[in-house]
């Protein structure tokens, strides 16, 4: 059975909503997700502004709020049936995320097992088939192949297989929509 | 370089040593590491007071303040010379252990960097050509080669290259103690 290592923020987790809502809403601005195509928000936010962005980031309720990516659910379930799964998050850059995130993917994704959930930081110690990430540098290191998820930071990338949404991640690995 | 993973508990950090010391304070007893020879401490404790032992390990500072294993931080930190060297405990097992972990991680071993620490559960998702764990189930899953680090528990297992202590590990993957 082929192995999927799955990325959490961004590709499981829509994080980068709630990070521009919580700056929208203490800086009355308006930033949308189109503003950000080919750009990190740190790109956008005024440099004095970056420890804001930071502190959200470690505040303790940062993680578990955030929103399920469209068909995330479904169609991870639907892997599970072919595929060995395991969720690959890099919360070692934010230590503060180890038991948000736990409980975000016990409450969200309970049919995951907790033996195939890793918090790592270097994505290279992966032993899988596949790495679905929104991140090139991880996928750079990984030593199986890259699937680069979409997200509006990596839009100029090339050079790995590109998926849209979840919808396009089940084609993909297993064909077509369940009926 | 080749990579070595090496686990957290009874292997780096003498986990053991504060499980008995908490159970004999706390009951009057007398249980020595020579008594756990070829088992494990919920073998020698009546089954009514595992929930104690497994309370031991859920409170919050179990594991920031267990001993480090004798020599262990100047072997690794003559490895790092020669290796890639990554930390992978299985810390699934127990989710609360999380943030002590990592903050005795820091602490004890700051010359490790957050990029090469692994919180996991099935050790199989390790790429690595070494795991040193004192644990043969993970050792069993794990693709490479994997290291018996000698533990009371672990006293009758055969079939992995074994090494009693830090100084054996240094002498396996270094020649030899430093001059």
Same mark, same amino acid.
């Given at each position: 059975?082929?192995?999927?290592?799955?990325?959490?923020?961004?590709?499981?987790?829509?994080?980068?909503?709630?990070?521009?809502?919580?700056?929208?809403?203490?800086?009355?601005?308006?930033?949308?997700?189109?503003?950000?195509?080919?750009?990190?928000?740190?790109?956008?936010?005024?440099?004095?502004?970056?420890?804001?962005?930071?502190?959200?980031?470690?505040?303790?309720?940062?993680?578990?709020?955030?929103?399920?990516?469209?068909?995330?659910?479904?169609?991870?379930?639907?892997?599970?049936?072919?595929?060995?799964?395991?969720?690959? *998050?890099?919360?070692?850059? =934010?230590?503060?995320?180890?038991?948000?995130?736990? #409980?975000? $993917? /016990?409450?969200?994704?309970?049919?995951?097992?907790?033996?195939?959930?890793?918090?790592?930081?270097?994505?290279?110690?992966?032993?899988?088939?596949?790495?679905?990430?929104?991140?090139?540098?991880?996928?750079?290191?990984?030593?199986?192949?890259?699937?680069?998820?979409?997200?509006?930071?990596?839009?100029?990338? *090339?050079?790995?297989?590109? =998926?849209?949404?979840?919808?396009?991640?089940?084609? #993909?690995? $297993? /064909?077509?929509?369940?009926?």
């Amino acid at each position: 059975m082929k192995r999927i290592c799955i990325d959490m923020d961004e590709v499981m987790a829509d994080a980068v909503a709630e990070h521009l809502l919580r700056y929208n809403r203490d800086y009355q601005e308006q930033i949308t997700r189109s503003d950000l195509h080919g750009k990190q928000i740190w790109d956008v936010v005024p440099t004095d502004r970056h420890s804001i962005l930071e502190g959200y980031l470690l505040s303790e309720d940062f993680f578990g709020v955030l929103k399920v990516m469209p068909h995330a659910q479904r169609v991870i379930e639907r892997l599970q049936q072919r595929y060995e799964v395991f969720i690959a *998050t890099a919360a070692m850059e =934010v230590p503060t995320s180890f038991q948000a995130k736990y #409980l975000w $993917l /016990g409450r969200h994704f309970p049919f995951i097992s907790p033996s195939n959930i890793v918090f790592c930081g270097d994505k290279s110690i992966l032993h899988a088939d596949y790495l679905i990430d929104d991140n090139p540098r991880q996928l750079r290191r990984f030593q199986g192949e890259g699937i680069l998820f979409s997200s509006h930071h990596n839009a100029g990338v *090339t050079g790995y297989q590109r =998926v849209e949404d979840w919808l396009d991640v089940e084609k #993909l690995f $297993l /064909g077509g929509a369940s009926v």
